[in-house]
């Protein structure tokens, strides 16, 4: 059985892994709220059923996604998150597959208490990371 969203903002990274882990796109995307923007490659946020398309790419490689949180700065019922995360292994045909990042993300607790992705950019770091909103 899979853990609950988070209570904690800095669970949120964990939670993510555990279910991009399992493969259930269906349960990867109850950690977004409703209209988060997703943002698959620096530039380009999505939202809706184009951002769960281009994170169904990332889950179709089939392979584990490792996170490792650096900071989480909190106020209110929002949170900065800024999470390093690999996904590293070899795809269904056989290829090396080595992607990498320094997340910045904001996740905001709900009126349930729970924390979901707002903004998910896995690349913030990257150059040309900044750009348009969905």
Do not use: C
């Not at 946020?45 to 769960?52: I, K, S």
């Amino acid at each position: 059985m899979m853990r609950q969203l988070a209570e904690r903002p800095e669970d949120v990274p964990a939670v993510f892994a555990e279910r991009f882990n399992s493969g259930d796109a269906e349960a990867v995307a109850e950690v977004y709220e409703s209209g988060a923007v997703f943002v698959p490659e620096p530039g380009s946020g999505l939202t809706g059923r184009d951002a769960r398309a281009a994170n169904e790419r990332f889950l179709s490689l089939g392979l584990p996604i490792d996170v490792r949180p650096r900071h989480v700065y909190t106020t209110g019922d929002i949170a900065l998150l800024i999470v390093d995360w690999t996904i590293d292994g070899t795809d269904g045909d056989g290829h090396p597959v080595h992607i990498e990042g320094t997340a910045t993300d904001v996740a905001r607790r709900g009126e349930d208490g729970r924390w979901r992705y707002a903004v998910d950019n896995p690349f913030g770091v990257k150059p040309g990371a900044g750009g348009e909103s969905g």
